[in-house]
């Protein structure tokens, strides 16, 4: 996952390197940094740059300019500049909280015009790629999940810019940063223990047995993007490495079966995927059913469904915090963000980067972070956990290090090989 | 030698448009043109690019490039073509062939009771046996799963059945193509019924009558004389179910899921939510093509040689069979599944939205939350509070209702003109085309059809109608067009053209014609063109998901976004009352116009 | 052998009756027309001959065999009947061709392959239709249609056959030429022949009796000719007869041994055929056209209103005081419009109706 951060890094040497702005002349607040092309430079705006040391990279168009700039401005100062855009900013989204973030928001900036459309993740990326660049007036910026298809077809096709304030690199872990993550659901194991009597999960590898033919509930992955990108990025060499172990200590040997298996994690994937029952189209569906189910039914799902639902909460263990709190073997469920972006063809950068900051910063994840929500992690580390009523939700860390979350650079560069092995296991 | 004369052609030109028919139809047979040739063009370079994704990757292209690599991919031998391809469309074929087939056996044999029979509580049994057509196909997908799921299989929950009877049903009736089978044949019964009910009414009860005196017994008359005889609307029945089955979506989507079973359109979502868009649009491609395969058998048919003109005639002399001693338990059992299949699901609606925790049925578990309440789990969530106290609810549904009328306002009007401009140029080369090109919009998948005209909506000159109330009223226009310019066109059929000739001869202008004299002789048929409109788009999920600016802008696109989210109380809640509306607007419409959607589903296939 | 014998038939729909109360024998060989307009019942009595239409009450025996009897519950459907029906439309089956048609009854009486072709031939040959055997019926014409239909009929043998205005949909001389087809056919096939028709001249020219109702009840049950000449009522005497007869309002007093009438503002004097009792007052005098002589010196003043020749006779319109009396003459002959004639009523055929239109006498009329 370092990965991603390396290549960023790279990035940004050579566009250093490449950057024909050579001013360095200290940063006044309301300034802007110099223009990169003169047929670019806009009369009224070309100033100096900000940075003393600071080489200001080359962009292809201006929108990505206004946004490398916005990034190193104040709130205040975005502020103002997104007081002159005159249109109003659409916000797709596939979270319907965002519509609580932008009211807050609005309450804040009441000079700034910001409307939410929420839009169904199947559709979302026919949409954007659709609309941006095309006549249509459609989205200014986009809250969205699914690193793989953000990245390979909206961001690496320049529909899709990134956005991230300077001021939070260093309280936004820097995987997070491009794309941008605002933040994070978690699809956990569960268990029903209803009965009392059933084992706790030790390993994910027990999920393999022929015990659980059809007791695994699992949204079928291709109905469902982000189950595909994790059941994709077991195969990465951090999880590989994860479910070999699991398979040490469960099966007492070492993962030795490459006559068969690409790698252990293909092995897993292979028998796990027998396994699942795609019968319920919806994580509610899940919830309930293994909630009022048989004894020793597993499922995989959003862990807010728990929250609303009390037979699901007497009846079910979260695989993460059961085996007396040593939690399960392998792997605990997993993660995945949703990002945010600001489109191409935005009439209003300054705006988006303004509520991008917002959704950041604790008022505005607050939408998210409360006590009414669970199951939701922002991507800002500085902002503590609210904790949910039920008590049961625990700190991101704790959920990092138990649950898959998704890497755009390993599902570009593995995704359609993993997903045609998938797909031929769950047709 | 010839002398090309000009002044003979200017003069053949404008007689030809001097007529307003004539112009109307050469209007239509544009639009059809553009309508068709836009989506084909359309599709046919997305089979051929590559797009963005994991096609990028596959192929290692370009965005755009030109490719193959879909149609090789997709269609050559291996595991990828056999599940991707040749199963599901295996599967479609099948759920298109056994539904169609159980559907006329149902609708058929209720046709027959009802229309030559003396069974009793006919009134009751025919208003009863609509309500499958008019839900949306896959509440009963739900609803059969509420019954029939059991901790035998599967799911692992108990579904009314079990809970009732103890009773288990094996894994092929709860789930897979069976039950696929059985509830598009359930929804389509009702069209079989009216669509064969209505021959059976209009054939000449003589035609029957003359074979018994020829000493023909009930058996040898049904097989000799009544069947053949409603052949061939029962082959077109057949066939209009066949594509609707084999174009299925949501029913597999709710009942296939679980064992893994794909039909070609849910095969197609799949692709598309995986980023294989070229071989996504090759499956629509090929559902197309039996579309209009399936069409022109359709019309082949309908043009035999042994004409059918004489099903028409006195039908006030049909002597009703008398079931005698089998009467009552036929009459009961007839009511017996026709509640099944309409109350009851209504009830179990009923009954989930009143339900805090999902799938409890006790009374302790009772709310009314999800319809009346403020201070709601999902109100923190983003949603309103009960449905009913929400604004937001009440304007989707506002919107819904509007956009649904919008919708068959402009089709059936559409519909009516063209029904027009066909009718008086009867047995034109161009009136043909125009008849056979209005069907069109019917045959292109929902998904891809919507995905083309968001395209579309997306180009400079149509830019204005983006995320526009009158993109979806011309999406959904244009999708129900072939039911309403079918019905249009069999009433327009049925006044004689005397009828307007004297008007012409007394100068009166032709669009007074069409509205003084033509539309008011045939109300109540053109008023049942626009009823189908109006109940298709109300229930339609999936046409509008895509176009609209966001999913809680009406009440089937909000529908659909609490299906994936899990809130299936506000579901269940939408779903009652898209029914209840559906029920009570056909129930009005026949109240107050006589027009309902039995008649204009009979229109639709008189010849 | 088939005689057909209805006993107090009723057929009725709700408070509706189609057909009241209805005893009638129909003998062996007859060749009875059911004669009425439309809703009179006749269709409706045809058809529960047939036993297509179930009767309310009553008895209905073909031969010797009771086929209906709503007391003891007895009802033989269609097929056990032996009857053959013609239906107004033919009702030839659309999706088979003019052979299969024909052979469809044989088939059903589970004849064998080679007598059913033998027959099918012999009823092509009879009908006339050799040529049409292989086409389907949309492709022949209305007339070959009725051959087919007549020929699917009579393959069977029926010993009774019914048909329901089976000319009604020819035009008129085709219609001309199946009338003399049909009575040709009646003495053909020693078979009992049930017409029904609201065509009066097609009941006069076919029928050995004529059986005219109204409402649901017979008016008359006669051989044509007595139906003609002495109709039971007004009723009969207005439907039967072209140009139907003159109808003129009166009063009749007795005065001596005859009757005194007054009509069209003469005084005339009737001398009834039989004796008759004692009346007066009002009445409807009725005289057959053929009956209205111009004469030079005819008593009755009258002037030519119109003039109708059709070669064979001449129908003339005369206008006498108010009254418009047609009388038809032989042959072609011509009048000046508004030319005044005489005019006299002659024979003993002219009737006397009563206010409700019961015939209370014929007899003689001279004016005075």
């Known amino acids: 996952m370092k990965r991603l951060a390396i290549v960023l890094a790279c990035a940004l040497t050579l566009s250093c390197f490449t950057g024909c702005g050579e001013t360095d002349a200290p940063a006044s607040p309301a300034s802007e940094p110099a223009a990169a092309e003169a047929t670019e430079a806009n009369g009224e705006k070309a100033a100096e740059s900000s940075g003393p040391a600071e080489e200001v990279p080359e962009f292809d168009t201006e929108i990505e300019k206004i946004l490398y700039e916005a990034s190193k401005m104040s709130d205040e100062e975005l502020y103002a500049k997104a007081k002159e855009e005159k249109e109003k900013t659409i916000v797709y989204s596939t979270t319907s909280l965002a519509a609580t973030a932008i009211e807050t928001f609005l309450a804040k900036y009441p000079d700034l015009t910001i409307e939410m459309s929420d839009i169904g993740e199947a559709d979302m990326f026919t949409k954007l790629s659709t609309e941006i660049g095309s006549a249509a007036d459609g989205a200014d910026m986009a809250l969205l999940q699914n690193a793989y298809r953000v990245n390979n077809e909206l961001i690496s096709e320049d529909l899709l810019y990134n956005y991230f304030p300077e001021a939070l690199k260093g309280v936004v872990d820097e995987n997070y940063q491009d794309p941008t993550a605002i933040l994070f659901v978690s699809k956990l194991i569960f268990m029903n223990k209803s009965d009392g009597s059933t084992e706790d999960l030790k390993n994910v590898w027990q999920l393999t047995e022929a015990a659980y033919k059809d007791k695994v509930f699992f949204k079928n992955p291709a109905d469902e993007p982000v189950g595909m990108n994790f059941l994709i990025m077991l195969t990465s060499d951090e999880w590989n490495k994860k479910l070999s172990d699991a398979y040490k200590s469960y099966f007492g040997t070492e993962w030795n079966n490459t006559a068969e298996y690409k790698s252990c994690a293909y092995e897993f994937l292979d028998k796990f995927l027998a396994n699942c029952n795609y019968t319920y189209t919806a994580d509610g569906g899940i919830c309930g059913g293994i909630a009022e189910g048989e004894p020793g039914s597993v499922g995989l799902f959003v862990f807010s469904k728990l929250r609303t639902n009390e037979v699901a909460r007497a009846n079910l263990q979260i695989a993460a915090t059961g085996n007396n709190g040593a939690g399960i073997e392998g792997f605990a469920g997993f993660m995945y963000p949703t990002y945010a972006q600001v489109c191409a063809d935005t009439d209003t950068p300054y705006t988006c980067a303004l509520f991008i900051n917002y959704l950041l910063s604790e008022e505005g994840g607050a939408a998210w972070n409360n006590e009414d929500n669970m199951g939701t992690y922002l991507s800002n580390r500085t902002i503590a956990l609210v904790p949910d009523s039920t008590g049961l939700d625990k700190e991101v860390d704790f959920w990092l290090d138990r649950c898959v979350i998704e890497d755009g650079d390993y599902l570009a560069a593995n995704y359609a090989d993993v997903y045609e092995y998938i797909a031929s296991r769950i047709n | ?607 | 052998m088939p005689r057909i014998e209805l006993i107090n038939i009723t057929k009725r729909w709700g408070d509706f009756y189609g057909v009241k109360n209805l005893n009638m024998v129909i003998e062996d060989r007859d060749f009875v027309s059911l004669l009425g307009p439309s809703g009179c019942g006749k269709t409706t009595t045809l058809r529960m001959i047939a036993g297509l239409e179930t009767p309310t009450e009553g008895i209905i025996k073909i031969g010797d065999k009771v086929v209906f009897d709503s007391e003891t519950g007895v009802n033989l459907s269609s097929d056990k009947r032996e009857i053959g029906f013609i239906f107004q439309n033919y009702a030839l089956w659309p999706h088979m061709t003019v052979y299969e048609n024909i052979a469809f009854g044989l088939e059903s009486m589970k004849w064998n392959k080679k007598d059913i072709d033998a027959r099918v031939k012999e009823m092509l040959a009879l009908m006339k239709i050799e040529e049409f055997e292989k086409r389907y019926p949309s492709e022949i014409s209305g007339g070959q249609q009725q051959r087919v239909a007549i020929a699917r009929t009579l393959a069977v043998k029926p010993q009774v056959l019914l048909m329901d205005e089976p000319l009604s949909n020819l035009d008129a001389k085709l219609r001309l030429e199946m009338r003399t087809e049909l009575k040709r056919l009646h003495a053909d096939t020693d078979s009992t022949f049930v017409y029904v028709t609201h065509d009066q001249l097609e009941a006069m020219t076919l029928s050995t009796k004529i059986c005219l109702m109204k409402e649901g009840t017979i008016q008359q049950y006669a051989p044509p000719l007595q139906v003609y000449n002495e109709p039971n009522n007004l009723y009969v005497a207005d439907f039967v007869g072209n140009p139907s007869m003159n109808f003129v309002e009166g009063k009749i007093a007795k005065t001596g041994e005859n009757f005194e009438v007054e009509l069209l503002g003469y005084k005339a004097k009737f001398i009834p055929n039989e004796k008759l009792e004692d009346i007066g007052g009002d009445i409807t005098v009725g005289f057959r056209p053929e009956y209205m002589k111009i004469e030079e010196n005819g008593k009755i003043k009258a002037s030519v209103y119109s003039t109708l020749p059709s070669g064979l006779e001449t129908t003339i319109k005369l206008k006498v005081g108010e009254e418009i009396i047609s009388s038809v003459v032989f042959g072609a002959s011509d009048y000046v419009t508004d030319e005044e004639l005489g005019c006299s009523i002659a024979g003993n055929n002219v009737c006397i109706f009563d206010k409700d239109g019961q015939k209370i006498s014929m007899g003689q009329l001279i004016i005075e």
């Open chain 2, 1 to 607: 030698m010839k002398v090309i004369n000009l002044e003979k052609i200017k003069n053949r030109v404008k007689t030809y448009f001097s007529n307003p028919a004539n112009c109307m139809l050469v209007f239509f047979f544009i639009a059809f043109l553009g309508l068709s040739i836009y989506p084909i063009t359309a599709m046919i370079k997305e089979m051929f690019i590559v797009h963005a994704g994991i096609e990028k990757t596959l192929i290692s292209a370009k965005k755009g490039t030109f490719t193959l690599y879909h149609i090789q991919k997709l269609f050559a031998p291996g595991e990828w073509s056999v599940t991707s391809f040749y199963i599901p469309f295996k599967n479609s074929f099948l759920l298109g062939f056994f539904g169609a087939s159980l559907a006329i056996i149902f609708g058929g044999v209720t046709a027959w009771l009802m229309t030559r029979s003396n069974l009793k509580y006919k009134k009751l049994i025919g208003t009863l046996f609509m309500f499958p057509y008019l839900m949306p196909a896959w509440t009963l997908a739900q609803f059969w799963i509420y019954l029939f799921q059991n901790t035998n299989v599967m799911s692992g929950n108990k579904g009314i059945v079990q809970s009732l009877f103890g009773l288990c049903m094996p894994q092929w009736f709860v789930y897979g193509l069976f039950p696929c089978v059985i509830v598009n044949s359930l929804h389509f019964a009702p069209f079989a019924y009216i669509l064969i009910g209505g021959i059976l009414q209009n054939m000449d009860a003589t035609l029957e009558e003359s074979a018994q005196i020829l000493r023909a017994n009930r058996l040898r008359i049904v097989r000799k004389v009544t069947l053949p005889i409603v052949m061939p609307a029962l082959l077109s029945t057949f066939l209009l179910v066949f594509s609707s089955g084999f174009a299925s979506y949501a029913v597999p989507v709710f009942l296939g899921g679980a064992v893994r079973f794909y039909t070609l359109a849910s095969k197609m979502k799949a692709m598309i939510n995986a980023g294989y868009m070229g071989q996504a649009y090759i499956i629509a491609a090929v559902m197309i093509i039996c579309g209009i395969i399936i069409l022109m058998i359709n019309q082949k048919y309908t043009n035999k040689r042994r004409s059918f003109t004489t099903v028409t005639g006195k039908s006030g002399q049909v002597s009703l069979v008398d079931l005698k001693k089998a009467n009552r338990p036929i009459s009961i059992a007839m009511i017996i599944l026709t509640v099944c299949f309409s109350v009851v699901p209504l009830i179990v609606f009923a009954l989930q939205t009143i339900q805090r925790v999902p799938g409890d049925y006790s009374i302790s578990n009772w709310t009314l939350d999800f319809w009346i309440g403020k201070d709601l789990d999902a109100y923190k969530m983003g949603m309103v509070g009960g449905i009913l106290v929400g604004k937001d609810f009440l304007m989707a549904l506002f919107r819904l209702v509007l956009l649904s009328i919008a919708c068959s306002v402009f089709a059936g009007t559409a519909g009516l003109f063209i029904g027009y401009s066909v009718v008086r140029n009867r047995r034109t080369r161009l009136s043909k085309m125009v008849e056979a090109m209005s069907f069109f919009p019917y045959l292109i998948p929902t998904i891809a059809f919507s995905a083309i005209y968001l395209a579309l909506a997306s180009t400079k000159t149509f830019s204005f109608l983006y995320n526009s109330f009158l993109l979806l009223v011309i999406v959904g226009g244009v999708k129900y067009l072939p039911f309403a310019s079918r019905g249009c066109i069999n009433s327009m059929l049925q006044v004689s053209a005397e009828i307007e000739e004297a008007a012409i001869l007394m100068k009166v202008p032709w669009y007074k014609r069409i509205f003084r004299i033509l539309v008011p002789i045939q109300k109540t048929s053109i008023f049942s063109g626009y009823l189908l409109p109006i109940v298709s788009a109300m229930r339609e999920v999936d046409l509008f998901a895509l176009i609209v600016s966001n999913s809680s802008y009406m009440l089937t696109t909000m529908l659909l976004a609490f299906n994936q989210t899990g809130y299936d109380q506000y579901a269940s809640a939408i779903t009652l009352l898209i029914i209840v509306i559906v029920l009570i607007i056909n129930q009005v419409s026949s109240k107050l116009t006589g027009a309902s959607i039995s008649q204009s589903v009979g229109s639709y296939n008189k010849q």
